[in-house]
């Protein structure tokens, strides 16, 4: 199975961007400096969703206008008394194809796992407003994942589109890597 296959080969870029993200997380002191950790997350899922919309259909993924997405950092980001100035440069991954447009999605829905975590390591610095994003799906998180992997899944037949999804997943974690390292002084 594709996912499988995608997960594996992504294991090293998930974990290099998941260490940028704890770091960031750590170093949060404040509503604002939450905030700001957003304007990351809103200024590169923005990009990509934009890059993904032409090929990610109601009909492919009927639940898709109900997902998670950007609107809902920009809300935490407001809920949290801030604006979207000052939004640090990102690129999206080259997405030319559904299976290019399914590889960044699996980064993006799969972001939502970790989701709790992260809220639980906010509620430990008394950040409890603004974490929509984090929260995910709630109960129906398993179950939307499980709709997204099977639309994965069954949109991969051939090595060359199982290929397309894997180079796009990897270049999705690492656009966002790139986001960190061009825009946030290093947090020693």
Excluded: C
């Excluded at 801030?82 to 399914?102: C, H, I, K, M, Y």
């Excluded at 270049?171 to 020693?188: C, H, K, L, M, P």
């Amino acid at each position: 199975m594709l996912t499988e296959t995608i997960k594996e080969a992504t294991k090293a870029d998930h974990l290099a961007l998941e260490k940028q993200v704890v770091k960031r997380l750590k170093a949060i002191e404040s509503g604002k400096d939450y905030a700001e950790l957003l304007k990351y997350f809103y200024a590169y899922f923005s990009k990509v969703e934009a890059a993904v919309a032409p090929f990610i259909t109601s009909e492919l993924l009927p639940d898709y206008s109900e997902r998670r997405n950007a609107s809902y950092i920009k809300a935490d980001i407001e809920a949290l008394g801030e604006t979207l100035e000052g939004l640090p440069q990102a690129q999206a991954p080259e997405v030319s194809n559904l299976q290019q447009a399914l590889g960044a999605l699996y980064v993006l829905e799969g972001s939502i796992m970790g989701g709790r975590i992260i809220v639980e390591m906010l509620a430990k610095v008394g950040i409890t407003q603004g974490v929509s994003f984090f929260s995910g799906y709630g109960p129906e998180t398993g179950v939307k994942w499980q709709r997204f992997t099977s639309v994965l899944n069954a949109q991969a037949q051939t090595d060359q589109e199982q290929q397309q999804a894997i180079d796009s997943a990897q270049q999705t974690f690492a656009r966002f890597g790139e986001v960190f390292q061009r825009n946030y002084e290093v947090i020693s």
